[in-house]
């Protein structure tokens, strides 16, 4: 199964479990590692689940992590 994460989320996910590569040709362990994070942001209220216009389920990063991001951003520019 394909797994469908918006840019930003996968950014984030590759920062979490170091590089990885392209999420969608990993083997199966890395793919359920991969979940198991996609999970983790989605506890902190930091991914979410959404089905796309075709009905399949889609991950993207929340408005809160977007928020947190735009904020680390700055402190990181303000430095």
Same mark, same amino acid.
């Given at each position: 199964?394909?797994?469908r994460?918006?840019?930003m989320l996968k950014f984030w996910v590759n920062a979490e479990l170091g590089t990885i590569?392209?999420?969608n040709n990993l083997e199966a362990d890395e793919k359920? &590692?991969?979940r198991v994070a996609l999970q983790e942001f989605e506890n902190q209220g930091y991914a979410r689940r959404r089905l796309d216009e075709k009905g399949r389920v889609r991950w993207e990063? &929340?408005?809160a992590m977007r928020k947190y991001l735009r904020e680390?951003?700055?402190e990181a520019s303000d430095e």
């Open positions: 199964m394909k797994l994460i918006d840019k590569g392209d999420i359920r &590692t991969v990063a &929340t408005p680390a951003e700055l």
